[in-house]
């Protein structure tokens, strides 16, 4: 689908609804683009959004995939993003310090790894972080 300045395609994984978006995001197709990926949310445990053929996107765009964020956690899903080391849209979500709220992984293989290593409605790389934190603190399980 061509979202004006903006492409959107899905695509079904294991564990996973894969969208990727390519071209621009702004104020004139982040509505578009939020009613696409809301009719979406909840269709796998997991939403993927691979941002790795997105060459722009605006406080409109950031505004739509956090809500797309809040969706999937009302639902019980997950959010996974794709974004290119050190590129624009990873430059935008570490300047808006969306990064630290979002899960942003650096390849598509990536998501869909840790998407399969979701246990139990239990996100395996949070399991990994909570045990490392424990062991940090001289604590166990």
Do not use: K, Q
């Amino acid at each position: 689908m061509s979202i004006e300045l903006a492409t959107i395609g899905f695509e079904d994984a294991e564990r996973a609804t894969v969208v990727s978006i390519g071209g621009e995001v702004d104020m004139s197709n982040a509505d578009r683009l939020l009613d696409e990926l809301m009719a979406h949310v909840g269709s796998a445990p997991w939403l993927v959004i691979d941002l790795t053929g997105c060459s722009y996107l605006d406080s409109a765009g950031l505004r739509a995939i956090a809500r797309v964020d809040l969706r999937c956690r009302d639902v019980g899903a997950g959010l996974r993003l794709v974004v290119d080391l050190a590129g624009a849209i990873d430059r935008v979500l570490t300047m808006t310090r969306m990064s630290e709220v979002l899960t942003v992984d650096r390849s598509l293989a990536d998501a869909l790894e840790s998407a399969l290593g979701d246990v139990d409605g239990e996100r395996a790389d949070e399991e990994g972080a909570n045990a490392h934190r424990r062991d940090a603190r001289g604590g166990g399980p």
